[in-house]
């Protein structure tokens, strides 16, 4: 078995990502958390505040002989409007914007392909405002983040929310998801 490779994603509320990506094969940890921005080790509060210029991300622990790089990356493409600044739904604001933090290289030359040919391709009437920048400062989330769907199926965001989105996510799917 390879080793494990990591990519790190801001596609709107932690939360969500988290949701939908726990839940594909060969993934093998979701974790909450922030980056970008100028503020080391921000809290929750200072992230919402929009003046860190941090995202709220997932970074994503998998298996490359399981899952793709790739086939992460169509999962990311599909599962948010990544033609909306700072805008996700009901969340606003430059923490939720749009983002692909990359670890290397190939992974940057990877996500700006797939990114020109979806914006070639017409798939969105707007054009993609993704951003695809090198991996920083990055800050583990706070621990009551760490699974919060599935810790907290019940509460309001979540079933308005995020349960739409992994019903959604598990339909078009259905041939990546965990056993």
Same mark, same amino acid.
């Given at each position: 078995m390879k080793d494990l490779q990591k990519v790190t994603f801001g596609s709107g509320c932690f939360w969500c990502s988290e949701a939908v990506f726990e839940r594909v094969k060969?993934?093998?940890?979701?974790?909450?958390? &922030? +980056?970008?921005?100028?503020?080391?080790s921000p809290t929750y509060e200072e992230v919402c505040s929009g003046t *860190?210029? +941090?995202?709220?991300?997932? @970074?994503?622990? &998998? /298996? =490359?002989?399981?899952? *793709?790089y790739?086939?992460?990356?169509?999962?990311?493409?599909? %599962?948010? /409007? =990544?033609? *909306?600044?700072?805008? @996700?739904g009901n969340d606003v604001g430059t923490q939720y914007r749009s983002v692909i933090f990359y670890h290397d290289d190939g992974q940057k030359i990877k996500a700006e392909e797939y990114k020109k040919a979806l914006n070639e391709s017409g798939t969105w009437d707007d054009p993609i405002v993704t951003e695809i920048v090198l991996y920083n400062n990055y %800050?583990? !989330?706070?621990?009551?983040?760490q699974n919060y769907y599935e810790n907290n199926p019940n509460q309001g965001y979540c079933a308005f !929310?995020? %349960? =739409?989105?992994?019903?959604?996510f598990e339909k078009v799917f259905k041939d990546k998801l965990k056993n």
């Open positions: 060969g993934v093998k940890s979701v974790e909450s958390g &922030y +980056a970008g921005g100028t503020v080391e *860190t210029g +941090a995202v709220e991300v997932i @970074q994503i622990n &998998y /298996d =490359p002989d399981i899952i *793709t790739d086939e992460l990356l169509e999962i990311f493409w599909k %599962t948010h /409007d =990544p033609t *909306t600044l700072n805008k @996700q %800050t583990k !989330a706070e621990d009551y983040h !929310a995020i %349960t =739409p989105k992994v019903e959604k």
